[in-house]
Structures are given as structure tokens and as C-alpha cells.
């Protein structure tokens, strides 16, 4: 997912100035009185709760991630959800760095929703576009140093000594010119009495926990199979349902017959609900098998959505000129002097499912106008509106607790599922959980769009390109989720019906001319490459497949197209595309970084065994820059990638192991994308079901994967979606060096054979 | 229809009222109520409800329950009480569950591995495990454990 805000502490800093415009435009007097009485009241309410808690309790709450138990128990509240990206072990060490306590002594607890956890750019409690440690960096520090300073002076304070002689340290704190020591769980009552403070926090030379490799904090309870996932979810009277969704994409339930269903053993109701037709049951295979005996008639929907026809149609949309969202000098009039001596390729990408392993499933509990939610979602507070939207309850009414998640990959960003169980729910009127089958969840998900690129430059004499033309053809991926996130969004002083009347036109600002999104050209449109005539345009496609954030969104079908054309432009020229890609790069020192580290590191230039090829793409994604070499080998016409040398620079890293998995995650998830996997329409319905025909990438098929982390001092960027982009087309490049065969469609190995 | 099988270990009786059609993965599941075992696919495509029958790696979901009467099976709650598997030990010392979803399967498939081939080549490892498909790519980490937890055996052995 892009982002939609400037980021982090930029933003911090706009707001002030226009607040302060704001102040100053209205004259002062009480609006300025309010900007500084806020923090002040702010502040006065937040110290009160702290003591309230600990005088009902005795437990120390400095803020709305940590507690601190007088039996000496330190709870974290992880409101970044955990699905393999690891913020269950990164996200304890920042607290744990300024808190002085040794991470793995830390209880975790998934953040319920709640506006506390509202993320700082989205502006909605989300866990996604690769930001979870860049924006929890100073905040959970802070957290931490801020509980710290309490416990510190409360232990001063209880001695009677200067807090300067007092140090915190392994969860104690320790006077040492009098060798006393407290632990942090006796101190929790004087603590909550410490005026709240600002503390500087450590310089990165004092660190002592952030950058080590911290084994992961949730590996425990995912070798024994206690780790409680959505599906794991169980409460008492628990019924489950299994759902019959249409056949055709959008068709709507015309009436349906139960049949035997209901006679079934262990069935409990046949109903109704906005997806489909539901049946619940004491378990869910006996619901999953009484599915067979309803009869259901369908109407309506599309049809005619065919995946040949959409082809058909981005190749018509990238024949004619598209809004234009980047124009450096006059890269047309370039190519109009070229007079046809310009090279020009398209590349087409797939529409394609996101699949994480756990399939879509929720618990619900709907009791009169309140409901309960346990839900492996991405995006809590997407979840708590929609559920108060679809119930026509208030939205604090909705409490929604997130388990592990097995998988996300952006599938979860869309609440859909959340939804279907609240309905079901209330119609039966009591607790179910709804489990999706693989097939429901191949054939009924938030797709990656279906894309096509048209690319043409001119090179000079010497093989340099000196005009872009880059025509994207792409569906608006904010069109379709806007309207989604922004009931979750809006404050809670507006209105219900206001924010669902603007939730309902908010997509219309990506329809037509008014505003090219920025999802569809991000990684095209911030090209680093130093090229003086550049033009990026855009085409909005709108063939009504329901898509969605797939893992690294509008960099996973850019990527492809950017980087395997340079590579084109090399070999027309006669050059080597890694210094190519080198000159080209020389105003982007990073990512100039990352790419001669991947070819050093990979020994870019030096012999390989025979039948051996490399082939190299870096990209730019989500604030961090990646290069991936690719080695592969063509046999009896199937390709084999042998292995993959990525280098990383995400700024300064937490855990640099948690780096080295996602790049490796990364790698393997866009390879799988890259060779294989392809979901088409025909008739209106999704032609793939299973991991027999959209295929993942298997261990028989792994690459040596070795990663490089380039040292950096800037702030940490994220890494669970840069490590995807790069590795289509490094293995296209390598993959052409090899056979002088350009794969310009995706998946590979169906274009391979063909 | 009763079905009388050991369960990790402990003889138990489950009630399938769909004549021992029901697949052992739900039976695990939901009758039992052990969560360690996971529904992927459904289809034998995946390797997340990989657990022994008579020590030997199937798919739970297309094992109907009637078939398992009378046998053994042993889920991931059975490697052993406190994560003390060497193939537990591994996992944790190369950090290889990422969400973590499939890794039950993977351990299973890799624990009928070891029991009968103590020191796998790479191709073993192809072999045993290729089923086991992991969505957020932890192959290389299962690769490297599975060579850890080995060795590891051997040396208690000798
Ligand atoms: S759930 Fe049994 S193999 Fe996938
Ligand atoms: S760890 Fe997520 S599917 Fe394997």
C-alpha cells in the first residue's frame, strides 16, 4: 500500500504550521488559548487515569501500551498485528530498549480496536504498507522511556536520594552508592503518582538490544501449535458455518432450498446472508458437507467478465494517451524526432490472488446492539465501522480482538469477511464462526489488478536513454478501498450518516480526470533513473473485479516493467545493464547503494557454471531500496532460478534477522508470482480454485537466498513488502540472458512454453 | 459411528455421525479440540494438516476418520511436552515460522523425515517435503533446521 501522507515526523511538522496558520488567520483569542490549554488538559486527564488505574489496581499504566503489574509482570499491547512479519519480536524491543527490561520477560497482548491505536499516517488502526516499525520507532521508544523515568523517580523518590543516582536496569532500579534496588513490580503504585515526562531518548551508541538479532519472540508457540490463530477461535455455544458464495462474480441470491440440509446431522439453520447462503452447525465440516444438499438460484452480477476481453481492453486503453502524472522536459517530441528509431515494449501482468495459508475466517457474536469480533484482520478499526455500519449499531458497541494471523499479504486490509460473520450472527442470534474453504478464498478475494505497461525510449549515440514515455493501464485501487477505510477514519464527533454518504462518493474522486492514483504508477511516476525527457501517464481501467493491496501493491506490477526495459534499453545498446543502471542512477545514492552491493556480492561479471545466467533489477518501495541478483538455467525448456543475492538498505535496523526473513519472504512470494501464478475470469467466474492451478513456490524449487543489509544511520524504513518487487524482473532479465528470449507476460513459465 | 484410535499417545473414542467420512484434520479439530493441526486446502495440496498415522506423514484432510480405527496418530502437540524435539530446538534457533500458519505440517513431514532417514542429503529433503507448501516463504530456514535437528541426533547417538 502506498502512502497517502507525508510521512512520520514531516507530517508532525505540517500540522503545526497549520495550526498555527489557522491560529493566526482567526485572530487568536480562545482558538489560540485552546491550542495551549489542549496539551495541558491532555496531560492533566492522562495523569489522572494513571493514578486512577493503579489505586484500583495497583498496576502502573503509563500509557496504552505497557502495564506494569505489581507482581512484576510487564503486559505490552501489540497494536501492529503479527502475521509473519515480526512485530511481535520487534515491536518489544523498542519498548524494551528504553525500559530496561529484558524483551522476552515481556507479555504480549493483541490491541483490541481502539482509536488509542489509530495509526499515525493512515489515520486508522491498520497493519500494512510496510510501516509498522518506521511509525512505532519513536512512539514505542518513547513509551518505554517514559515509563522508565517514572519507575526511576519513584524509586528516588522512595529513597529519598537524587534520581541521577538512580539507574534502571534488567527490570530493577538500583542506587549504587547504596547498593539498594527495587524491581519494577514494587514500584508500581509510586510510579503512578510521578508526573509524566518528556525524556530524551538513547543515542543509537547506547543501544543495546536494537540491532541485535533477538531470536523471535512467537517462534515458541509456532513449533508446539499453540499460537491461537483466527481459526483456533473458540467460545462457549460456538456454532459454525460454511457459506455457498455466487458462481458469478456479484450474482445475488434469487431464493434458495434447503433441501436435506437442515435434516443433517448436527445442522442448526439454512439462511440467508448478503455473500450468500449460510449453513451453520455444531461443526463446521458437518455445515462444509450439508452445503451440497442446498439448492440456491442466482441472478445478476457480471457475467461477462472475461479475462481475454480485459486484455483486449488495456491494450486499446494503452494505444491512447492517459492523464498525464509525470512530464520532465518533452520525452514526445523526443520521440517524434526519433522518427520510428525508438524501441518501445509492453508487458502485461496477471490478476492474482494473495492466498495466505490460513484461509478467510471470523467469530462473531452479535447480542442486541452489541457485537463481539475475533478476526486475523489487518485493519481492527476498518472492521469495528463496518461491523457498526452493517448492524446499524453504535461503533463502540463493537469490540474486535485479533489473533495470529496466518498470512495477510493486504488480503486482510479488506473486512469483508469481519462483515459476513456480524450478519450471520445476528441472524441466528448467537455466537458462529465462519470458516472460508480454499476455494472460497481463491475465487473470491480482493485481487492484484490485471495491469499492462507500454513503455518507448530514444537512446543517443552513445546508448543513453534520453526520453521515457511510460503508459500505465491500471484499475484504481483507492477508488475501491477508500470508501471502504473512511467510516473508520472519520472522527467520532461526525455524524454516522455523513461519513456514510462520503464514504459512498469518496471513490468517485479516482473515477474519471480529476485525480490519476497514486497506486497505480508508484515505482513508474518516482523513477530514479536520470533520464532528461521523461513522461509517465495513466489509463484508468474499470472492468469491476473486485482487487485489492496485494503485498507491495503498485511496485509489484511497476517494478516488472520498469526494470525489465532498462534492461531492454542495455542490450540494444550493447551494454552492461548493472552500469547502465549505474549511470543512470547517479542522483540516488541509495539506490545506486543497494545495486552495487547485490552485484558485489553476487560477483556480478564473474564466469558461471555453463548454462548459468544472471540477470539483475533494484527498486525503490515503501522508503527502503533493494537490488536482487537472479542465477538461472534453462533446461528442456523449464527455468530453474538457482539463487538470489538481495541487498537492503531499510535505514537502521531493529533485527536484522527479521530483515533477513522478509527479504527472503519477499523473494519467494514474488517468484511464485513471477513463474506461475495467474487468476483469470471466464464467464464471469474466477477459473482457479486451489493450489493445484494457482501454484505456490515449493521447497523443491527454493533458491539459495543470501542477503545483504547495506549499514545506514537514517530512520528505519519497513521491510515486509520492498523485498517483492525487484525478483520478476531480475529473473526476466536473467532469464533472457540466458535463452535472448524477453518474457514480456507473467506468469513465466506458461510464457516460457508457449 | 464410534471410532476408538490413540491419539497422541492416549486411546480415544469419537463420535462421527457422518459414518467415518469425516476427515480426521476436523475430527482432530473440532471433536478432539487440538488446534495445532491446520486447514490449508482440504485437497492433500498443501501439507498444513500433516500429521503421523503409524509414524507415517498423511494428510489428515482427505483421511476419512473411520480409517485410523484401531491405529495411531500423533498430532504437533505430541513432539514432545516442552518444545524439546531437536527438530523444535531447531526451528526456534534458525527463527523459521514467519506467521507460522503452516509450520505444524512442516514439522510433522520433517519428523517422519528424521525417524527414518537420520541424516537427509538435500534431495531427501526435496523429497519429504515438497508437499509442505509455507505462503510466506520459509523453505531455506526448513532446510537449514531439518540439517540442525539431524545433527543434533546423530550426536546423541554417538
Ligand atoms: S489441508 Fe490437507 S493438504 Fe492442505
Ligand atoms: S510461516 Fe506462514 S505459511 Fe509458512
Not at chain 1, 521 to 540: C, K, M, Q, W
Not at chain 2, 37 to 60: N, P, Q, Y
Not at chain 2, 138 to 148: D, G
Request: charged share 25%; with cysteine.
Amino acid at each position: 500500500m502506498t502512502k497517502t501522507a507525508p510521512k512520520g515526523k514531516k507530517r508532525r511538522r505540517w500540522i503545526t504550521r497549520r495550526r498555527f496558520l489557522t491560529v493566526s488567520a482567526a485572530g487568536g483569542g480562545a482558538l489560540a488559548l485552546g491550542f495551549v490549554v489542549g496539551p495541558v488538559v491532555g496531560r492533566y486527564r492522562r495523569q489522572s487515569a494513571i493514578r486512577a488505574t493503579a489505586e484500583a489496581t495497583g498496576a502502573f499504566q503509563p500509557n496504552a501500551w505497557l502495564v506494569v503489574h505489581p507482581d512484576g509482570r510487564i503486559v505490552f499491547t501489540l497494536d501492529r498485528v503479527e502475521m509473519g512479519q515480526g512485530t511481535m519480536t520487534s515491536h518489544p524491543m523498542l519498548i524494551a530498549e528504553e525500559l530496561e527490561v529484558d524483551p522476552r520477560t515481556i507479555e504480549v497482548e493483541f490491541a483490541v480496536a481502539d482509536r488509542r491505536y489509530t495509526h499515525p499516517e493512515f489515520g486508522l488502526q491498520i497493519t500494512g504498507g510496510s510501516s509498522s516499525v518506521r511509525t512505532s520507532w519513536d512512539q514505542l521508544r518513547h513509551a518505554g522511556a517514559v515509563a522508565r523515568e517514572m519507575l526511576r523517580r519513584a524509586a528516588a523518590d522512595d529513597w529519598g536520594v537524587p534520581v541521577e543516582e538512580c539507574a534502571a536496569t534488567d527490570g530493577t532500579v538500583v542506587h549504587a552508592p547504596t547498593g539498594r534496588s527495587r524491581t519494577y513490580g514494587s514500584l508500581t503504585r509510586l510510579a503512578a503518582e510521578q508526573p509524566i515526562p518528556d525524556p530524551p531518548l538513547k543515542p543509537a551508541e547506547e543501544h543495546t538490544l536494537i540491532g541485535t538479532a533477538l531470536d523471535r519472540l512467537d517462534a515458541p508457540m509456532k513449533v508446539d501449535g499453540s499460537a491461537v490463530f483466527g481459526i483456533d477461535v473458540t467460545i462457549p455455544g460456538l456454532l459454525n458455518a460454511a457459506v455457498i458464495r455466487p458462481p458469478v462474480q456479484g450474482a445475488a441470491v434469487v431464493s434458495f432450498d434447503a433441501g436435506e440440509a437442515e435434516g443433517r446431522p448436527g445442522v442448526t439453520a439454512v439462511v440467508e446472508i448478503p455473500t450468500g447462503v449460510a449453513v451453520v452447525a455444531e461443526r463446521y465440516w458437518q455445515a462444509r458437507t450439508a452445503l451440497d444438499d442446498v439448492r440456491v438460484e442466482w441472478s445478476g452480477g457480471r457475467p461477462d467478465l472475461d479475462t481475454q476481453a480485459m486484455t483486449e481492453q488495456l491494450r486499446r486503453l494503452t494505444a491512447v494517451p492517459g492523464k498525464t502524472v509525470r512530464d520532465d522536459g518533452d520525452a514526445e517530441a523526443v520521440l517524434a524526432a526519433a522518427a520510428g528509431d525508438y524501441l518501445e515494449a509492453a508487458y502485461d501482468l496477471p490478476h492474482l490472488a494473495h492466498a495466505p495459508m490460513e484461509p478467510q475466517n471470523c467469530t462473531a457474536h452479535v447480542e442486541g446492539d452489541r457485537c463481539e469480533i475475533w478476526a486475523p484482520t489487518q485493519v481492527p478499526g476498518v472492521a469495528q465501522a463496518a461491523v457498526a455500519d452493517a448492524l446499524d449499531i453504535p461503533r463502540e458497541n463493537v469490540v474486535v480482538h485479533t489473533t495470529f494471523l496466518g498470512g495477510g499479504f493486504g488480503r486482510r486490509l479488506v473486512a469483508d469477511f469481519v462483515v459476513e460473520a456480524a450478519h450471520l450472527s445476528r441472524r441466528i442470534a448467537g455466537p458462529v464462526k465462519v470458516i472460508w474453504s480454499r476455494e472460497d478464498d481463491m475465487c473470491h478475494s480482493m485481487y492484484r489488478p490485471q495491469v499492462r505497461h507500454l513503455l518507448r525510449a530514444v537512446l543517443d549515440e552513445d546508448g543513453t536513454p534520453v526520453a521515457w514515455h511510460h503508459r500505465v493501464a491500471a484499475p484504481s485501487l483507492l477508488e475501491a478501498i477508500v470508501p471502504q477505510w473512511l467510516p473508520a477514519m472519520a472522527p467520532d464527533a461526525v455524524p454516522d450518516v455523513m461519513t456514510r454518504g462520503l464514504s459512498r462518493v469518496a471513490g468517485g474522486v479516482f473515477r474519471g480526470d480529476w485525480v490519476a492514483d497514486p497506486t497505480s504508477t508508484e515505482g513508474a511516476s518516482d523513477t530514479p533513473y536520470a533520464i532528461e525527457n521523461l513522461r509517465v501517464e495513466l489509463a484508468r481501467h474499470d472492468p469491476g473485479v473486485p482487487i485489492g493491496f496485494w503485498r507491495s501493491v503498485g511496485h509489484s506490477h511497476t517494478a516488472f516493467a520498469v526494470e525489465s526495459f532498462i534492461d531492454e534499453l542495455a542490450t540494444a545498446a550493447g551494454r552492461d545493464p548493472f552500469e547502465l543502471r549505474r549511470e543512470l542512477l547517479r542522483d540516488a545514492p541509495r539506490n545506486r547503494g543497494v545495486l552495487e552491493a547485490a552485484a558485489e556480492h553476487a560477483g556480478w561479471g564473474s564466469p558461471l557454471p555453463p548454462g548459468r545466467f544472471r540477470g539483475i533489477a533494484q527498486h525503490f518501495s515503501f522508503e527502503t531500496y533493494v537490488a536482487e541478483v537472479a542465477e538461472v538455467s534453462v533446461e528442456a525448456g523449464r527455468i530453474r532460478v538457482h539463487r538470489v543475492v538481495c541487498a537492503v538498505d531499510c535505514g537502521r535496523v531493529i533485527n536484522p534477522d527479521i530483515v533477513h526473513a522478509q527479504m527472503e519472504s519477499g523473494i519467494v512470494f514474488g517468484l511464485a508470482a513471477a513463474l506461475k501464478q495467474r487468476i483469470s475470469y471466464v464467464d464471469g467466474h474466477v477459473e482457479q480454485s486451489n493450489f493445484h492451478d494457482f501454484e505456490m513456490l515449493r521447497m523443491n524449487e527454493m533458491p539459495e537466498v543470501e542477503v545483504v543489509i547495506v549499514p545506514s544511520t537514517e530512520e528505519p524504513t519497513g521491510v515486509g513488502e520492498p523485498g517483492v518487487p525487484p525478483i520478476a524482473p531480475a529473473v526476466a532479465n536473467a532469464l533472457a540472458a540466458a535463452t535472448g528470449r524477453r518474457i514480456r507476460t507473467l506468469p513465466i513459465e506458461p510464457a516460457l512454453s508457449a | 459411528m464410534p471410532v476408538t484410535f490413540r491419539l497422541n499417545g492416549t486411546p480415544i473414542t469419537l463420535d462421527d455421525n457422518d459414518d467415518g467420512k469425516t476427515p480426521l484434520l476436523w475430527a482432530i479439530r473440532e471433536m478432539a479440540g487440538l488446534t495445532g493441526t491446520k486447514f490449508g486446502c482440504g485437497r492433500s495440496l498443501c501439507g498444513a494438516c500433516t500429521v503421523h498415522l503409524d509414524g507415517r506423514a498423511i494428510r489428515s484432510c482427505v483421511t476419512p476418520l473411520g480409517s485410523v480405527a484401531g491405529r495411531e496418530v500423533h498430532t504437533v502437540e505430541s513432539l514432545s511436552p516442552d518444545r524439546s524435539h531437536p527438530l523444535q530446538k531447531a526451528w526456534m534457533a534458525e527463527n523459521v515460522p514467519q506467521c507460522g500458519y503452516c509450520q505444524s505440517g512442516q514439522l510433522m513431514s520433517a519428523a517422519a523425515l528424521l525417524a527414518r532417514n537420520p541424516d537427509p542429503t538435500d534431495a531427501d529433503i526435496d523429497t519429504a517435503m515438497t508437499g509442505n507448501i509455507c505462503r510466506c516463504g520459509t523453505y531455506q530456514r526448513i532446510r537449514r533446521a531439518i540439517h540442525r535437528a539431524a545433527a543434533e541426533l546423530r550426536e546423541a547417538r554417538s
